[in-house]
């Protein structure tokens, strides 16, 4: 009874401590939308309003923003009662998350040795298990996150408990809940459809090694279909066509084919052909987009990709599948190095090496729970074909990295106590190193209190609420050198997008430049902003009539004008400026101005006209 409680007292604390960093990270984590969350952000106004059509996006999947729309429904309807509705949402699903991995362990041991059950619960293994899921899911992943992610981890790893479950037990009720967790999967992110295959694959080679029998695997597949068929059914609707999804279809293209993207594509090069419907070009000699299209959305250009890019090419190159493959293990090679608990994991696999008989019981163990293996092995297998980012990898690795947790739980292991002790160390420094590394700026900002009010996009939302600009509006952007689908101020005032200056679509976009170490800089790099005040008078307003002809309210700058600023008001001290083309607004404008007192054309520190 002493044991009981003092393993339990442990437990206790290792949910403290997660639950206390996790809701540390999802509210100082973030201070602004970016372009995928602001996506999924704008499906899960369409789940509000019941349009069903932006319900099933081809390319935002409908699973998370589902969960966002009922959080936003049970909170204050304003944006910081959004803000708050996330963050607790996303904090329930971490927490969902660590049970889950807990739940893993010990199906891993039941699964392993039924009498090693007991074995979860001791100190050694909770703290273990504790410090490789913060690792993973602050680090690598984060609470504050607006995305599916984290939801993609918590369905993966409760569907390697589920399987091992199914696989044990050999009965219909583990397997019908399999495929349920694989449906639900595949509502939730694209790339779950892949996971659902090699989680039946696996269950096909456990009924021919004749551990589960033929009905173990038809109903879990069964189940899978019932869910997947509808809401492939769904997005084919919305789509207009057959589709399984967009969202593989066009990351294939951008990043292992190179097609431009991220937006206003008008075609070309030749082997991709060009957009049924591109973005309406405006000028022929300048870069001034439109696109209003049959939709409401934020910023459409990104918001709605496969409407902009549908008729595209897609097509099977073996050099370029060869290349894409080889940067994405440099990728993974560059995340191994970077990431402390990778290091713990080798390090871990090294220890294991160290003795004979841990080497063979690795073995023996390895072959028991060879599901637990194959899994994050073929799941990791689409990123590195295509794209690799941390996010992407967190449930996968922190799948991996609980594999010698198997050998804490074998009774029978020469040195065990040298053993657990080694493991828990390794991890335990691991996991220090790694939450000091990409974690401990947001423990400044709590301590601070440095939250999402104090963000140059919010302040914008806020001063162009004040400045007379209403949700609904519709408006023109000129940009600066960050993609304009970072536009958290945009969707925080529910303001539309509908015209832009500049915003050309990259071939490779900067982020895999960097991380490829550097590559020749593109057009679509430009500060748009310093483009558009260094033309000549008459091209300024040239684009300005062309913005104005399509029936926008204002137009925002976010880079201080450069020359002649008739016209154009300085929105607070965000450093943004804006034009009015509705007398009514341009009144208001120069109420507030004048109410003010100040017409600055200084930018003050951490201003748009700094990168922020």
């Not at 090294?350 to 729970?369: G, M, P």
Request: charged share 15%.
């Amino acid at each position: 009874m002493t044991q009981w409680n003092h393993d339990r007292t442990h437990l206790a604390l290792s949910w403290v401590l997660v639950s206390l960093l996790g809701a540390v990270e999802g509210v100082y984590g973030r201070t602004e939308y970016l372009g995928d969350w602001i996506s999924y952000l704008n499906v899960s106004r369409a789940v509000s309003s019941h349009d069903w059509r932006g319900i099933f996006d081809p390319m935002w999947n409908a699973g998370y923003p589902a969960l966002v729309a009922l959080a936003r429904s049970l909170a204050p309807g304003t944006a910081e009662g959004e803000w708050y509705a996330i963050a607790v949402l996303n904090w329930i699903v971490f927490l969902a998350t660590y049970a889950a991995v807990r739940r893993l362990i010990r199906q891993a041991a039941e699964f392993h040795d039924p009498a090693a059950a007991s074995e979860v619960s001791r100190p050694v293994v909770t703290w273990t298990v504790c410090s490789v899921f913060l690792s993973y899911e602050l680090c690598f992943d984060k609470v504050s996150r607006v995305a599916p992610d984290l939801l993609v981890s918590l369905l993966l790893i409760l569907g390697a408990a589920q399987l091992l479950r199914a696989i044990r037990l050999r009965s219909a009720m583990p397997a019908a809940i399999l495929g349920l967790i694989l449906g639900i999967g595949c509502w939730v992110k694209g790339v779950f459809f892949c996971d659902a295959a090699i989680f039946l694959l696996i269950l096909l080679l456990a009924r021919f090694a004749g551990m589960v029998p033929w009905r173990t695997l038809v109903i879990g597949a069964s189940v899978f279909l019932a869910l997947f068929i509808p809401y492939v059914s769904g997005i084919s609707w919305s789509y207009g066509q057959f589709t399984l999804g967009s969202s593989g279809e066009l990351n294939y293209a951008f990043h292992v084919n190179h097609l431009p993207h991220w937006g206003n594509w008008q075609g070309g090069p030749a082997q991709f052909g060009s957009p049924i419907h591109p973005t309406l070009k405006l000028l022929p000699d300048l870069p001034v987009f439109a696109f209003q299209g049959p939709f409401e959305s934020t910023y459409p250009p990104y918001n709605n990709l496969a409407y902009w890019y549908r008729g595209f090419h897609h097509f099977f190159g073996i050099s370029n599948q060869i290349a894409a493959a080889a940067k994405g293990c440099y990728f993974l090679a560059k995340i191994a190095k970077a990431h402390p608990i990778l290091w713990a994991f080798l390090a871990v696999l090294l220890t294991i090496t160290w003795k004979r008989d841990w080497r063979k019981a690795a073995w023996q163990s390895s072959r028991a729970c060879w599901p637990m293996l194959i899994l994050p092995v073929l799941a990791a297998i689409p990123y590195l074909l295509v794209h690799v980012e941390e996010r992407n990898l967190a449930g996968i690795l922190l799948l991996l990295t609980m594999l010698p947790l198997v050998l804490l739980l074998d009774r029978r292991l020469v040195a065990r106590r040298s053993f657990l002790v080694l493991v828990l160390a390794t991890y335990a420094i691991g996991a220090c190193a790694e939450l000091a590394r990409y974690d401990f700026w947001t423990i400044q900002a709590a301590l601070h209190r440095q939250d999402f009010h104090r963000d140059p996009q919010w302040r914008l939302a806020t001063a162009l609420t004040a400045y007379g600009l209403r949700p609904g509006d519709t408006v023109a952007l000129i940009g600066r050198r960050d993609a304009n689908f970072r536009c958290s101020w945009a969707y925080v005032e529910r303001i539309r997008l509908v015209a832009e200056f500049g915003s050309l679509p990259w071939r490779i976009e900067p982020w895999d430049r960097t991380q490829l170490d550097g590559q020749e800089s593109e057009e679509a790099d430009k500060d748009w902003g310093i483009v558009f005040w260094q033309l000549p008078p008459q091209q300024r307003k040239r684009v300005m009539r062309a913005f104005q002809e399509t029936g926008v309210r204002a137009v925002v700058s976010l880079a201080q004008p450069s020359a002649d600023s008739s016209g154009w008001v300085p929105v607070a001290d965000t450093g943004a400026w804006i034009y009015s083309f509705d007398p009514q607004l341009t009144a208001s404008l120069h109420a507030v101005q004048q109410t003010a007192g100040r017409n600055r054309a200084v930018q003050p520190e951490g201003s748009w006209a700094t990168g922020m």
